[in-house]
């Protein structure tokens, strides 16, 4: 499954804005291949904001495949929106309800573990929302999205520590992740460790070279790189010899 991406980035809004939909890949056979289709077909009806309509083609998709478990993020990601625009609680607990049941057919889904700690800091839960991703990282201790995703949160809520820990922990699991590698860059740029961010964002455009943000980062952090360089000979040609200290021999 193919998913459209949103920004990286981990600010609060930022965060709750990647909540994004589903789109899928086209199966090979048998009743996915119809539901997979009424997916997509939904998914760009939800892109142009006709969202009543993406709810019956992702109802389609989950009655003819019920083990679908992309329909059924792709109906709670729909409920998940409407609730927020009508500020509707019911419609919110139905799409958590759908949430749990994508993860039911799959426990590794990254978006709907994503999209679901989102509703719960929403919702005020967000207590929940760590405890939803901890406990899939336990779970599944050889996945690195769990631990991309429990970053994304912990950054959010201030501990950039953190963050980097379980950032390195996804990079141990999973050298070819250029997601992981694309943030643990800019956690460190942020930090002000520019040489290893510049090292990280490298690696990550290495493994994705449809990234164009990460060559401005690492265009700028050569220049920050190369100016401290500068200044740091600069201020080594002025100094001077204290009257009175030794000579070097």
Request: charged share 20%.
């Amino acid at each position: 499954m193919a998913a459209v991406s949103g920004s990286d980035r981990l600010t609060r809004v930022g965060y709750r804005q990647i909540v994004t939909l589903a789109l899928v890949t086209l199966a090979l056979a048998g009743c996915k291949v119809a539901a997979d289709g009424q997916n997509l077909q939904g998914a760009r009806l939800y892109q142009s904001g006709q969202y009543d309509v993406a709810m019956q083609k992702f109802q389609k998709a989950v009655a003819t495949d019920p083990t679908n478990a992309d329909g059924y993020y792709n109906m709670a990601c729909t409920m998940h929106r409407m609730g927020l625009a009508r500020n509707d609680q019911n419609v919110l607990n139905q799409a958590e309800t759908l949430y749990n049941q994508c993860l039911d057919l799959d426990e590794n889904h990254t978006d709907c573990h994503r999209a679901l700690a989102v509703l719960l800091v929403e919702t005020g839960r967000s207590d929940k929302a760590f405890n939803l991703l901890k406990n899939w990282a336990v779970r599944s201790p050889g996945v690195a999205d769990a631990r991309i995703e429990l970053a994304r949160l912990y950054e959010e809520f201030g501990d950039p520590e953190a963050a980097k820990t379980y950032l390195t922990e996804a990079v141990n699991l999973d050298q070819y992740n250029s997601r992981a590698w694309n943030a643990l860059g800019r956690l460190r740029e942020q930090s002000g460790e520019y040489s290893q961010a510049l090292a990280n964002y490298q690696r990550s455009y290495s493994l994705n070279q449809f990234q164009p943000e990460i060559m401005e980062r690492m265009a700028a952090l050569n220049q920050t790189i190369a100016s401290q360089y500068a200044g740091s000979l600069s201020a080594g040609d002025t100094r001077t010899v204290n009257a009175g200290s030794p000579t070097n021999r």
